[in-house]
Each structure stands twice: as structure tokens, then as C-alpha cells.
């Protein structure tokens, strides 16, 4: 097992069926589509990428890239139909559970009983993960004060609370237990600008005092640009490009004499996949594009 | 930490969220309460009219039998739903609150899952059943003096483990059908509580009805319950109801962990567990 490669994937495919339904083997391709649209839809396409231990991978995507997939098939709530996924060398069809006691997974929507406290939606999570609940909750407490939640409000149902302080609980929930691979998926849409700040510095810390790898996806490009080591770029579930932040701005062209943004790398990158014959959608930038294979 | 204190401390963790559920949805509970108190009267005043219901004079002795006999099932049914949905409902919860993907991805086994859904479900339908029985006792002068509360208490247990089978089988419904699966699982009791016995004795079934009742684990503890505590029979005599009992909550509990299994597996090929219901 190598304890220098969080997280690997090779080949991996993600095929859902509309219904349900599934094409069989003796079926023709064209009985997958239907006049009501396509009956499968291609989540992951052969999507193959290798992050390092203590590393920030960011995937940019546009909605329905495939982005939130790709967290659900290495948190093992998604089987793959092909290829594999290891996480510090566990396969996550052999080795599901050991997989699970190294990851934790915020989701953009904070997957939380609005009913209970955040104290009690933190201790539940603590004693799923074994922890011991009267350290949970102190350890609790100080990482939603360091998140801007006072110890005040830890014992009000969430649903007292608003959108951003219950994402930043469910950060802190997945904080708790300390993986060692942290699936960030958009974490921080819907919170202010502070908080994304104080979000930021949370992930930041986590890597440097407890060497957490981190995967994260975002629609945020300063984000991406502010916190990832690499940036992979997700269109139509295949990984175009996967890069440094420098290098994928390198691989675009300076425009108007200054170094493009990531946004337009963003832009261009995606622009290209999509002009190639997949989708109708004009290369809003008109830039020449250089390699984006991985 | 050894693996069976982790064990318990995540069985725990269902039982601690659940009550913490249950104290948060206080004005639910209360009216669930007074729902379930309400419908147990009802029932059970239905044996105290059976006399001018029929026109025929009964005894005091034949009319408290009546009663007994609708609380007993009454109270027994309450508590086998009780347990039935709080296990079946297991999944339903989840998705109800959205919460699903993260237990699913919690370092869990699916049978702990299941264990600590199984003793919430047992402690709150004894607290809500005792509930019950307390205010419906003040409204009749219930005659227990014969009642063999220990050999009843044998039965309801051997009784319990067959529902939380079936509760188990009954959950995988709202895995499979996110938008109305929670409400499928009512097909299930419902066929359950037209066989059994509850509220009248299976002898007026129709045979094929009767054949079916065979093989309802209600059926077993609704008899050994009222043997128990009408008639006072003796634990060697209740054993008859529990063989039966074990032997179909040994089938039933395997066979819904296997079955759970599978659906989840198909969730999770399918991208079912993503969606709330």
C-alpha cells in the first residue's frame, strides 16, 4: 500500500439508466435513446486522476459535469460500472468500510437534522465514528466557535439557523473525526464572503496540522485558485485538463496582455470540449487552446 | 477501544438521535399519544356495549372478557406497529430529513444500523404502550388477577423479533421507491392486522385467511398474550406460542438483512440513495 498516494483512480465510469432502466448486452446502442431523450447518461467517462497525501485537488465543472458524482463514487455511496477507485490503497469495492473510517464528505447541502442542535447533530456523528462523546463534544464546540458559531447558539435546532451557519456545521461535523481524505463538495456556496474566508483557513489548517488530503469542488474559481495544489477540469464527466493553477493558466494564452484568469481558463478549457462536437456552445473567449490532457 | 465498545457506542448513536428526534418533535408525540389513547377507548368501550350491541344479556364476567380481549389486542398491536414502523421507517427518516448519504457513509455496519433502530424501537413502543395501558386501566376495572404478566412479557419479546424482520424486509421500500416508499411499508401491516386476530378471533376468517394467519407472527403473540393474562396459562403452556414465534423471527430477520443488503447494493449501482423522497 502506498501511503503517499491519497487517492487513485483508473478508468472509472458512470453510466445512470433513466427508470432504471438497463440496456442489455444483446440490445443495439440506439435502443439506449428514446424520442423523450436519451434513456443513459454518461455521469463519469473512463475519469482517471492520482492525488498525493496532504494534497489540495480542486474539480471545476459546470452543473451536471459530473463533479458531484465523482465525490459520491469515492465516498462509496456510488458503485462504478467501470474501472477503480483506491483510497490509501483500500479498493472501494473490496475495502468499502475501511475507506469509510478515512473520509468524511460535506455536500453543498448541509445533510443535517434541522430539527436537532448542532451539539446533537455533532454528538450523533461522534459516536457513528466511534469517538468518545464527551471529547467530541468539547472538540465540538471549539472548531464551531473557530467557524464563528458562539457556544451560545450550539444548542438551538438548526432550524433557528440560516443556510451559511448550517453549512458551516456540517463543515464542522466532517472536521470532527478528522479524515485523512476530505471530500469537499461546494462547500462554501451560500456562504458570505467572511465565512467562505473562515472556511478556507479551516481547510488550510486541517491539511497542515493533521496532513489531510483534500478534494475539493467548487463553481468558485478564486477559491479554486486560493486553495488547490492541482486543478482538475470536469466537462461532460471526462477530466479535460489537470494541472497547477500556474500551469493551466499557462496552457491559455494571455489575452489583452495580462495572465488569464481562472475563469477564463475555466472558460476556454470547457469552451473547447463542448465547440469539439458534444454541445452547441459558442467559445465565448476565442482563444486557441493548448494540450489538456492530464 | 475493543470493536464491541465501538460497537455499542454506534448502536447507541441511533438511540440517543432517535429520542433526541422524538424530544424535538414533542408536539407530534403528544398527539400521537392522545391519537393512540383515544383509539384504544374507542375500541375497548365497544366490549363494554357488546351486551346492547347484540341484545343479548351477557355477565359481568362474559362482558370484562370482551374488554380484555379488544384492550389485549389493542395494546398488542399497538406496540408490534410500533416496533414494525420505527424499524421500517428506518430508512424513511433519512430520506424525510436528508440525511441518508451521510449515515450510509459513516463507518457503520448495516447491521448495527439495524440493532440500534431495534432498541429504540422496542424501549419507545414499551414507554408508549405502557402509556396507554395506564390511562386506558382508569376507565374500566380491568380483572388481572389471574394474569401471568411474566409468561405475556416471554411472548411480546419472542413477538418483537419477528417484527423487527419484517420491519426490515418493509424498509427497503423507501430505498427503493424514494418518493412513495415510506407509504408501502403500510401495505405490509395492514395485510398483517386483517389475519392476526387483533380485534376478533381468526376462527371467523375465511380458511384461505386462516392458512395465512398460520404464518403471522401476530397471530402467536396476540393468543399467547391473551392465554397469559386472561386465562393466567402457565410459561410451559405460553412455550407452544413461543417456538413458532422464534422459529419465524429466525427467517425473518436473516432474510431482511440479506434483502436489505441487496437493495442497498442496487441504490447504489442505481444512484437511488441521492434522491429524497
Known amino acids: 500500500m502506498n501511503q503517499h498516494i491519497a487517492l487513485s483512480m483508473h478508468g472509472v465510469t458512470k453510466v445512470f439508466h433513466k427508470n432504471g ?4 448486452p444483446w440490445q443495439s ?24 497525501r496532504g494534497e489540495i485537488l480542486g474539480v471545476l465543472g459546470a452543473n451536471g459535469s459530473g463533479k458531484s458524482t465523482l465525490i459520491r463514487l469515492i465516498s462509496t455511496l456510488l458503485i462504478p460500472d467501470g474501472g477503480t477507485i483506491e483510497v490509501f490503497g483500500h479498493d472501494s469495492l473490496k475495502d468499502e468500510m475501511a475507506i469509510k473510517r478515512l473520509i468524511n464528505r460535506v455536500s ?19 459516536r457513528l465514528y466511534g469517538l468518545n462523546p464527551r471529547r467530541a463534544q468539547e ?19 438548526l432550524e433557528d439557523m440560516s443556510r451559511g451557519m448550517q453549512q458551516k456545521v456540517a463543515i464542522a461535523r466532517a472536521l470532527l473525526t478528522t479524515p485523512i481524505l476530505l471530500l469537499l463538495d461546494e462547500p462554501t456556496t451560500g456562504l458570505d464572503p467572511r465565512s467562505k474566508r473562515e472556511v478556507q483557513g479551516f481547510v488550510l489548517r486541517m491539511r497542515e496540522t493533521h496532513d489531510t488530503t483534500v478534494l475539493l469542488t467548487t463553481h468558485d474559481m478564486d477559491e479554486a485558485d486560493r486553495l488547490c495544489d492541482r486543478i482538475a477540469i470536469l466537462s461532460d464527466g471526462k477530466i479535460v485538463a489537470l494541472d497547477t493553477p500556474d500551469g493551466l493558466k499557462g496552457i491559455v494564452e494571455r489575452t489583452n496582455g495580462h495572465e488569464p484568469t481562472m475563469e477564463e481558463v475555466f472558460m476556454t478549457l470547457t469552451g473547447k470540449r463542448l465547440v469539439n462536437g458534444e454541445e452547441d456552445v459558442e467559445d465565448t473567449q476565442g482563444m486557441s487552446v493548448g494540450s489538456t490532457t492530464p | 477501544m475493543s470493536a464491541i465498545n465501538r460497537e455499542l457506542r454506534v448502536t447507541y448513536a441511533f438511540v440517543e438521535r432517535n429520542f433526541n428526534l422524538v424530544k424535538r418533535y414533542w408536539g407530534w408525540e403528544v398527539v400521537w399519544l392522545c391519537y393512540s389513547i383515544v383509539n384504544a377507548l374507542s375500541i375497548t368501550f365497544i366490549g363494554k356495549a357488546s351486551g346492547s350491541i347484540t ?23 399497538h406496540y408490534l406497529a410500533v416496533v414494525f414502523d420505527c424499524v421500517s421507517e428506518m430508512i424513511a427518516w433519512e430520506r424525510w430529513e436528508g440525511t441518508i448519504e451521510y449515515t450510509f457513509m459513516a463507518p457503520v455496519s448495516r447491521f448495527t444500523h439495524m440493532i440500534g433502530s431495534t432498541v429504540f424501537s422496542l424501549v419507545y413502543g414499551l414507554l408508549h404502550t405502557g402509556i396507554i395501558l395506564l390511562v386506558v386501566a382508569l376507565f374500566f376495572d380491568l380483572d388481572l388477577s389471574r394474569a401471568n404478566l411474566a409468561g ?16 426490515i424486509m418493509a424498509s427497503v421500500m423507501p430505498l427503493l421507491f424514494p418518493e412513495r416508499g415510506a407509504q408501502m411499508t403500510h401495505v405490509v401491516k395492514a395485510s398483517v392486522l386483517l389475519v392476526s386476530g387483533v380485534y376478533y378471533p381468526i376462527s371467523v376468517l ?33 412455550l407452544g406460542f413461543v417456538w413458532p414465534l422464534i422459529i419465524i423471527g429466525a427467517v425473518t430477520v436473516p432474510v431482511g438483512v440479506l434483502v436489505f443488503r441487496a437493495c442497498e447494493r442496487y441504490a447504489k449501482r442505481t444512484g437511488k440513495l441521492k434522491r429524497n423522497g
Do not use: C
Not at chain 1, 29 to 52: C, F, H, M, N, Y
Not at chain 1, 149 to 157: A, K, M, Y
Open chain 1, 21 to 24: 432502466r438497463r440496456s442489455w
Open chain 1, 29 to 52: 446502442k440506439a435502443a439506449g435513446s428514446t424520442p423523450d431523450g436519451p434513456q443513459e447518461i454518461t455521469a463519469i467517462d473512463s475519469a482517471s486522476l492520482v492525488v498525493k
Open chain 1, 108 to 126: 453543498v447541502d448541509a445533510a443535517l437534522f434541522k430539527k436537532l442542535s448542532a451539539l446533537e447533530n455533532l454528538s450523533y456523528a461522534a
Open chain 1, 139 to 157: 472538540k465540538a464546540i471549539a472548531i464551531l466557535k473557530q467557524l464563528g458559531i458562539e457556544p451560545d447558539r450550539v444548542r438551538s435546532p
Open chain 2, 55 to 77: 341484545g343479548q344479556p351477557m355477565t359481568q364476567r362474559q362482558t370484562d372478557e370482551v374488554i380484555l380481549f379488544l384492550l389485549l389486542g389493542t395494546l398488542v398491536w
Open chain 2, 152 to 167: 405475556a412479557t416471554m411472548v411480546l419479546m419472542a413477538g418483537s423479533a419477528s417484527f423487527v424482520g419484517l420491519g
Open chain 2, 206 to 238: 375465511p380458511e384461505w385467511m386462516q392458512s395465512v394467519a398460520a404464518i403471522s407472527p401476530a397471530t402467536y403473540v396476540l393468543q399467547g398474550v391473551r392465554s397469559a393474562l386472561i386465562e393466567g396459562a402457565r410459561s410451559g403452556h405460553l
